[in-house]
């Protein structure tokens, strides 16, 4: 199969960790990378920018994961489009917080951030496996976090969803592996991000061993390493990136 028929695939890959995991790949691989941004889309054409500057090439999708019909339907469209192109990388990136205590917590708030993390993931990677699976080949990351293996106040939602994905990482793992899919979860702690924005800095890398937060490239080198032929005797694992937090 000719080799620009490969693809990558990072939701919520616009901004943030999702980006710098894009500019990443197309760095470290030869895939063609596909950005999935659901809202924002000058900043996944931003992110093209920055991918073609690097020498790579890729092109921009919009979904919103948390809807299963909007992601069959875009997902579908692509596919005719591009007959032949294999998507062999999937990250799944896309995600949300809405924090506040459980107490008071809205049935949204709670719905909101599981449909966007939890079925988010379903949805797009149910869609995905049965190519990659025939294809005998892939690779698929999952974004969670320190707050789905630790736990933090106030984000009782969004550790259950990463928490489930977690656990849904390893179970998927094994159902995949014979096939040589390789199914792992990155869990980021402290990240400069817009996502991290409004955090007092200063006392939270008080309680980080390494003294700071991380920036976005380190995670993105971990993933562009689980993305290749060179992790393919890791599969079912979590890899925490948290500067030592535990």
Same mark, same amino acid.
């Given at each position: 199969? !000719?080799?620009?028929?490969? +693809?990558?695939?990072?939701?919520?890959?616009?901004?943030?960790?999702?980006?710098?995991?894009?500019?990443?790949?197309?760095?470290?691989?030869?895939?063609?990378?596909?950005?999935?941004?659901?809202?924002?889309?000058?900043?996944?054409?931003?992110?093209?920018?920055?991918?073609?500057?690097?020498? %790579?090439?890729?092109?921009?999708?919009?979904?919103?994961?948390?809807?299963?019909?909007?992601?069959?339907?875009?997902?579908?469209?692509?596919?005719?489009?591009?007959?032949?192109?294999?998507?062999?990388?999937?990250?799944?990136?896309?995600?949300?917080?809405?924090?506040?205590? $459980?107490?008071?917590?809205?049935?949204?708030?709670?719905?909101?951030?599981?449909?966007?993390?939890?079925? %988010? $993931?379903?949805?797009?990677?149910?869609?995905?496996?049965?190519?990659?699976?025939?294809?005998?080949? %892939?690779?698929?990351?999952?974004?969670?976090?320190?707050?789905?293996?630790?736990?933090?106040? %106030?984000?009782?939602? +969004?550790?259950?969803?990463?928490?489930?994905?977690?656990?849904?990482?390893?179970?998927?793992?094994?159902?995949?592996?014979?096939?040589?899919?390789?199914?792992?979860?990155?869990?980021?702690? $402290?990240?400069?991000?817009?996502?991290?924005?409004?955090?007092?800095?200063?006392?939270?890398?008080?309680?980080? !061993?390494?003294?700071?937060?991380?920036? !976005?490239?380190?995670?993105?080198?971990?993933?562009?390493?689980?993305?290749?032929?060179?992790?393919?005797?890791?599969?079912?694992?979590?890899?925490?990136?948290?500067?030592?937090?535990?």
């Amino acid at each position: 199969m !000719p080799k620009q028929t490969k +693809y990558a695939l990072i939701t919520g890959g616009s901004r943030g960790i999702g980006k710098a995991i894009c500019i990443q790949l197309a760095k470290d691989s030869e895939y063609h990378i596909i950005i999935n941004y659901n809202q924002n889309k000058e900043a996944a054409l931003q992110t093209l920018k920055q991918i073609e500057a690097a020498g %790579g090439s890729g092109q921009t999708i919009q979904f919103d994961v948390s809807n299963f019909e909007n992601v069959q339907t875009s997902l579908n469209a692509w596919q005719e489009q591009h007959s032949g192109a294999i998507i062999e990388v999937l990250v799944n990136n896309a995600g949300i917080t809405n924090d506040g205590l $459980f107490m008071w917590m809205k049935p949204q708030q709670w719905n909101d951030v599981i449909n966007t993390n939890l079925n %988010g $993931f379903f949805n797009v990677t149910n869609h995905l496996i049965e190519k990659m699976l025939l294809n005998r080949y %892939g690779r698929i990351i999952n974004m969670v976090s320190i707050s789905g293996l630790k736990g933090v106040s %106030g984000q009782t939602n +969004y550790s259950a969803a990463k928490g489930a994905i977690i656990a849904a990482t390893k179970s998927l793992s094994m159902e995949v592996a014979k096939r040589n899919i390789t199914v792992n979860a990155v869990a980021p702690g $402290f990240i400069r991000t817009d996502m991290t924005e409004g955090l007092d800095e200063a006392t939270l890398k008080k309680m980080i !061993p390494a003294n700071r937060f991380g920036d !976005p490239e380190e995670v993105a080198h971990l993933v562009a390493f689980l993305a290749s032929k060179k992790a393919s005797y890791i599969t079912g694992e979590v890899i925490s990136i948290s500067g030592g937090v535990h």
